[in-house]
């Protein structure tokens, strides 16, 4: 084992592979395999440029050669962050034919989510866009080898003077590529996905060839994918969702083509999806609201046979105007990064479509709903969802305490929602036992703000919380309890939260004073006392305290 995992148990790998869930091919096979019959059919269309198959194979290749010639080889670990582009899909193929294990940054993450993955991964290689501003001067990058005491071939998609441009490597047509070795191992790590996360520091999730590719191809077969499938991803291109449920691997495997947005605005996609005849795509709620809200929705979308929502909980309200308003099917998707993913199925009824998040893809995932005690709860009945199967993680990588909390002594993975589940396996997902606040698809971590919080001098103790939003499902709220004789401002707080250098979408969008905290019957902070306060604080539309004294 390069990188380091927990393994299935032997039985259930030896089950997955009898059946032809585990096949021993490398991700890179996604694309390989089209070599030959369809190399000059266009894979990727974004705003300014088209790729066929051969030239993403052959670019992908090429960036191999170079990286394997600078030193890098199978084993290693990179830390990735580039935006919705093809490049993101270069550098993906690329690091899969060598076996170097990335972890792909999402694009708004910032100074403080970068240097986490770098300290947990210790990079051996770091790939950054100059439209990021951290990778537009050589400070951070520095700062990091100076910090963490790593050293990292650097390469930037851009034009700067402190690293090599990511794209001449490809570019370059003198490139040997026999110098790639073939790569083995589909039990390796292939590569690391994100996991929202309920503590402090954010954890990695490996994910290994075997179990993603399955998820691809399974996610594809569920939604019945041809080449003739467009698919246009407009959410961050390394999230779980448009990466593979069943999203661009979904789009390659099938051999279709990707269209991508930079954004998921109508303004953006609607003209996209016109201009090339997108007939699928996958949205978050709240990106879901404004295409509803969009004038000439229906008919700029002409084209578009399916909408996937998920990430967040869809109202069957919402659900119904999907389907009324844009004249699609819409098809609900309930996944994680982990593992686990429902779809809707394309033929489910009505009631189904609008009423829940679908059901688990595979014939093998099991799912246990249980109650706190960790017990089986009836059919019908709401409790915690736990699972596991060929594609669900057995555990995040280098955190042996979190992972005997994640993990049920059976080994199904605790995701922490709380769903119900209905007579045809359906689930529909009815709230959260997870200290994790789903700002319109994005998760956050309690725990990280809270300490963040901490660290400030006024402040005595800190409680964070969602709170209902029209738009985002939900945005996050602060509860803080200031030291005696302090007091402090909310813009102070969140100029000094600004210092920390968070992804945007973390920081606290209301701070609210409070005396004491409401304690549960075991004496922890009563969260959803809170949530209920803050929550009858908005319905009255009590303007944000001021003053934190
Ligand atoms: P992550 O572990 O960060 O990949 O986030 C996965 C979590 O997102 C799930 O455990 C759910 O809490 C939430 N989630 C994803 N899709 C849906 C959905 N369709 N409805 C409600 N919650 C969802
Ligand atoms: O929210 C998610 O993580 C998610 C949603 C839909 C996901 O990972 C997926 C589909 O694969």
Known sequence: MRVNYTPWPEDEAKR?????FWLDLQLTDILDRHLTSQGSKTAIITDDSRLT??????????LAASLAKRGLKAGDTALVQLPNDFPFYVVYFALLRLGVVPVNALFNHNREELSHYAKQLEPKLVIGSELQPLFKTADFTNQLRENEDIAFELLVDGNVDFA???????LNEETDISCVPKATGADEVAFFQLSGGSTGTPKLIPRTHNDYYYSVRQSVDVCEWEDSVVYLCALPAAHN???????????????????????PSPSTCFPLIKQHGVNWTALVPPAAILWLNAPDGAEALASLKYLQVGGARLSTNLAKRVESELDVTLQQVFGMAEGLVNYTRLDDDEWTRHNTQGRPMSEDDVVVIVDEDGEPVKQGEEGLLTTKGPYTFRGYFNADTHNRK??????????GDVVVQTETGHLTVVGRDKDQINKGGEKIAAEELENHLLSHPDVFD??????????????ICAFI????????????????????????????DRYELI???????????????LRAHIATLLAKRTPPSRTLV
């Open 16 to 20: 997955y592979r009898e059946k032809g």
């Open 53 to 62: 198959y051969a030239e993403l194979a052959l670019y992908s290749t090429r």
């Open 164 to 170: 090599p441009s990511l794209r001449e490597l490809w």
């Open 241 to 263: 969702f448009p990466l593979s449920s069943p999203g661009a691997l979904g789009v390659f495997f099938a051999g279709g083509t990707l269209v991508i947005a930079p954004d």
């Open 406 to 415: 994640a993990f049920t002594d059976q080994g199904y993975y605790a995701s």
């Open 462 to 475: 800190a409680a964070v919380v969602s709170m209902p939003d029209e738009l985002l499902g939900e945005r």
């Open 481 to 508: 309890i200031v030291k005696k004789g302090c007091a402090v401002r909310p813009v102070t707080l969140n100029k000094f939260m600004r210092s920390k250098h968070l992804a945007d979408y973390k920081y606290p």
């Open 515 to 529: 005396d004491a905290f409401p304690k549960t019957k075991v004496g922890k902070v009563d969260k959803k006392s």
